[in-house]
């Protein structure tokens, strides 16, 4: 590029006879078109793809023209302000004679060049789960060129928790995340960017428990607790271990149920309480006498057993209030419930 083109002058000769001429002489118009002289200079693309490259040509005289064209074929591209790479032709011609119209000219080729293509892979797309809730990326870059590459994430909704300047770095939202990796040659930057899209997935079970009581008592010694109505689930975890859908607990306390949904890892937990009323009554009976000529009856009464709340009777003779007339010698019995 800059380099001056050495051109050879052409002499041509033209011959023209005149009527005003003698007869036993000759004459000769000679004409001199000079072969043009040009100066041409290029630049080369400054980053691979563009087409930013120019060719100047310069040294013509007036009457002089040029064209310029890629490969020496095809069409004229010298009113382009911008070149891409490839090898240009520049031909440079005169007007050349008015009666022969013959043309003088000369050529130079310019070859304009691009810096090596840099190559950017993001990596492949990610999932967030809640087994899962960050991700790293893996991205990958490389250049033909002996340049030093620079790295860059950045993402419109996402979340980059760190590595942003590296190609691996820790991502921990959905979005879209790209990377651009760039070369530094003196003042100018080339660069080149790919996407990848990390989605994700956290999505929870319900958990649902259920049981016909919550209290166990003389009468209700166990509960069934049942898990099955959960959706969006996969399996149960309970205190304790098992695995069941439901359970059956015999002793007061606090349980739990975890739904776990296998795709994600996501889970719900569900936990219900379970008291106990199993106080028994302290049965009394009074009356404790002995039946005699004098004395036919005695009253036996249970009147005065400890008891909560509400006290129901049954005397072993099948009376249900809390005091009975006894008049055979026996053993007497009565529940307090």
Known sequence: AGDLIEATTMLYVYVAATDTCPADESSFTVTIEDTPTIEVSSTN??????????????????????????????????????????????????????????????????????????????????????????????????????????????????VIDSGANTLTPIVSGPGIYTLTVSTIDGEIVCSASDTVQVTQDVTKPTAVLTAETTELNCNVTSIVLDASQSTGGDKFLWKGGATTSSITVTEPGSYYVIVIKNSNGCVATKTITITQNSVEPEVVITGDSELTCETTSVTLDASSSTVLGTASYLW????????????????????VT
């Open 45 to 158: 693309v400054t980053c691979f793809g563009a087409a930013n490259g120019t060719i100047i040509v310069s040294g013509l005289e007036d009457g002089e023209t040029y064209i310029i064209q890629l490969n020496g074929e095809g069409n004229d591209l010298s009113e382009q302000a911008t070149f891409g790479p490839g090898t240009y032709l520049i031909t440079a011609s005169s007007n050349g004679n008015n009666q022969e119209e013959l043309i003088c000219s000369t050529s130079e080729e310019v070859v304009i060049t691009q810096p090596s293509q840099i190559f950017v892979n993001a990596g492949t797309n990610k999932l967030l789960t809640c087994n899962n809730p960050t991700a790293t990326l893996i991205g990958n870059a490389s250049t033909n060129d002996q340049i030093s590459l620079t790295y860059l994430w950045t993402t419109t909704s996402g």
């Open 316 to 335: 072993s003779t099948g009376e249900t209030t809390a005091t009975i007339v006894v008049s055979e010698p026996n053993d007497y019995t009565v529940t």
